[in-house]
């Protein structure tokens, strides 16, 4: 007979209060995708992985212990309760996908598919992830990620778990407890040091989130007499627990450092909620017990299936951030795809009323893997079909997709001498282009300048990072701190070389203002004392003024435009231009005076006739997204501008 202070038996009973806490969690989540409130609402996610933890371990135990665990059935119950809904969802939105999405974003679209068949969709989004990678809030699977990170610990914890139980004499159960244990403390360990040096990787990877997972299983090795007995101490953890969590989703937001240790908060908030409500009934989990939070529970899956694809492909063609009525009636449609979902896919399946032997079941899954697997192969090889719309509109998708010139440069790379070199080939660079990714963009009109002009140039550009000494903004993909040793080397890189003339090029609206906490200079000053630094070294300074910013991402408006026979000014719906970073005349002046050669390129993008930005030209994107250049539109807007100043032999600079 089983002990009946053992946790796997102790646990398993239905417990509602679990199915309410799992509809906190993907409310949490569809809220904060919805951007309906809730600012830090993916706490959800990791709510959901303490649960798949406690759960999956109490069952894996539960067997092992009565010697009746079997992988293979283990694996066939994940598959009935996972697959079907998956499938369905990949399947809806490939077909969707083949109406609303251009042929790039379709070819993305279907190599996700592949990779979440082979359950690494979390890979793949971070290998894909990046400054240029385009709006994340546009990739219909990208949640799969999550799904992912939990296919890969059911692949593993199930095997792990009897090696553990049966690796040496004593108590089994304490031995998997410490198992989680190190699990615990050596991925907690990783997730804080990734975080703020591997972020994407952290995020979205198995190592650095399988602490949370591990929560839920040392939890469910706890005996029954480490839960509370008292009811004060109850109603006081479950409370605590989802204040912890309700907090996190209302404090944290899309820049708060994460998962590391900010994810602990969500983590011992669902640990405490579920410890508490175990032994004895509290209020907390009574209201979360209730029919309608139930509901919601066990409708979560399908919810958290389909809410993204319907926001994602909503986003695609909002181009900008849609109406909040616009968010509501897609939050209504998915929770209604939701309940489809569980009324004929989940359930059927999952209690066996539809392909009840092992035989057909195992073979209606292949086959309709097989299908998405022919069917997402197809689409990539053929590059999303582009002929599905018209060329003109698939030209213009083209051109946001050519590559940066100029790659990001780190410290490091200017200490090892690892530069991005452009112009004419051989002899010493007497150019250097210093800038955030706006200055990655017009690399290409210096490229062929340089290269009429028979010179050589050099790059050091990084994104989100201003080109100003001394200088710190604390943005997702900069340097950050890392800004102020750059802005040194490329002072010492000036004092050793030949070079003669240094491009600023940035995006400069985003670096004015006053600096928040962390971060360091006062824009104007800054800029001013770089000019001055620049000078001393012997080279002049010219400054590249910011290029007019879009509501809406030009390539995209151009193409929509293309497809619906729309005006591109009328498709955005919105004015077509941002203001500018705001320089006074008198600002100038002084940069002026410190010597700085200040260049405009608005003037060449200002169209009289309609009094607005130009967007394109000569069927072309001059943009790949809303403010950053193409090549082409580099070529076209910045070139002219470089010829017109001419500086082609600039004379040594007196300090």
Known sequence: MPDATNPADFRLAYRPEIDGLRAVAVLLVVLFHAGLGFPGGYVGVDVFFVISGFLITSLVLKEIELGRFSMLRFWERRVRRLAPAMLAMIFGVLVVGWFLLLAQDYAELASSVLWQIACVANVFFWRNTGYFAGGADEK??????????????????????????????????????????????????????????????????????????????LLATLPKRWFPVKAAAAEVGALLGLALICGAAVLFNED??????????????????????????????RILSTRPAVAVGL???????????????????????????????????????????YALIEQPFRRKRVLADRRSSVLAFAGSVSFALVAAALITQMQGLPSRHS????????????????????????????????GASGGDADLLLWGDSHAMAVAPALDRFLAEKGRSGLAVTHPATAPILDFVRNAKFGLGADAIPQGRAVLELLERSQVKDVFLVARWSNYQGEPLPGERGDFEAGLLRTVEGIRSEGARPWIVREVPAHFADVPKALAFAAITGSNPLEFASRPTHQPHEGWSEGFVAQLEERGAVVLDPRPAFYDARTQTYLMQYDDHALYRDSHHLTPYGAEQMILPLLRAAAPETSKQVTP
């Open 140 to 217: 219909p699977l990208l949640h799969t990620w999550s799904l992912a990170v939990e296919e890969q610990f059911y692949l593993a914890l199930p095997l792990l778990l009897v090696l553990v139980w049966r690796s040496a004499p004593g108590n089994p159960v304490a031995r998997c407890r410490a198992f989680f244990a190190l699990i615990i403390v050596g991925s907690l360990a990783l997730s804080a040091y990734a975080t703020s040096a591997h972020a994407a990787a952290a995020f979205y990877l198995l190592p650095s989130r399988a602490w949370e997972l591990a929560f839920g299983g």
């Open 299 to 341: 409708l979560s899956y399908s919810l958290y299936l389909w809410h993204w694809p319907v926001l994602a492909f909503m986003n695609y063609w909002a181009l900008s951030r849609a109406q909040t009525a616009s968010r509501l009636l897609a939050v209504g449609l998915a929770l209604a795809l939701a309940g489809l979902s």
């Open 391 to 422: 060329p003109r509109a698939e030209q213009f998708a083209a051109d946001a997709r050519e590559p940066h010139f100029s790659a990001s440069v780190k410290p490091q790379d200017l200490e090892r001498g690892r530069l991005n070199r452009f």
């Open 256 to 285: 708060t450092p994460f998962p590391g240790t900010a994810a602990l908060a969500p983590c011992l908030g669902a640990a405490a909620f579920i410890w508490a409500s175990s032994s004895r009934s509290t209020a907390s989990s």
